[in-house]
């Protein structure tokens, strides 16, 4: 083993991350078989809440999030942008979804006209957004949604958990609230994920949190 494949020698960029995960090879099959994960529940939940028509999801993976939503909420326009390519093929499958638009770019560019949707998600993906990167990611989201943010990702107000976290796992944690509010959102709620809501979290449970924000017009 080389020294650089030490956890403690990690240090993932945005870059290293988007390159890793661009040709990262998964079964997405299998992933977008897990649609009815309970933390998936939950983010359908908070999407209840909600009025809105249009969606887009970054990042969307094996696609299991959207299988959810298009399956609960009936004749809705879904997007959905991703960087791995085989992702795309996957969910680009006949019978897997009918009028899906999708895009290839990063959360950091995301190929989308201003205020093109009314809400905009994640899950799990600004994990791989560097420090330096994610006040773009989080513009991105803000310049091409109307209404909501919704994001499954790792929030904590603690920096020296937020540090370790990077260090330990090469992940990336932020206070949500604290970014959300230098850009303009408002009426921030934050809901941490019990266990039961995702049971089969190995690693960083009790950074797993929902983050909803309005979009400041």
């Known amino acids: 083993m080389r ?7 990690r240090n993932y960029s945005s870059n290293q991350w988007t390159h890793w995960w661009q040709k990262r090879e998964i079964d997405f099959e299998a992933e977008f078989d897990t649609w009815k994960h309970p933390h998936r529940l939950v983010i359908r939940h908070f999407l209840s809440l909600l009025t809105w028509n249009n969606l887009m999801e970054i990042g969307f993976g094996g696609g299991a999030n959207l299988r959810l939503i298009a399956a609960s909420f009936k004749g809705k326009r879904l997007v959905g942008t991703e960087i791995n390519k085989k992702a795309i093929e996957s969910i680009n499958k006949p019978g897997k979804f009918k009028g899906l638009e999708i895009r290839e770019c990063p959360a950091t560019d995301i190929f989308m006209s201003d ?3 009314e809400v905009a ?3 799990m993906v600004l994990i791989y957004v560097g420090p330096l990167h994610i006040m773009k990611a989080l513009k991105e989201m803000r310049r091409t949604t109307t209404s909501y943010v919704l994001l499954c990702e790792f929030h904590s107000k603690s920096w020296f958990k937020r540090q370790w976290v990077r260090v330990r796992f090469g992940y990336h944690a932020y206070d949500y609230k604290k970014l959300l509010t230098k850009l303009g959102f408002y009426d921030i709620v ?28």
């Open 115 to 117: 205020k093109g949707v």
């Open 190 to 217: 934050i809901h941490k994920l019990s266990k039961e809501q995702w049971p089969d979290a190995r690693y960083n449970a009790d950074l797993r949190h929902i983050i909803m924000a309005k979009v400041s017009k």
């Open 3 to 9: 020294l650089k494949d030490l956890w403690f020698w």
């Open 121 to 123: 998600m994640t899950d």
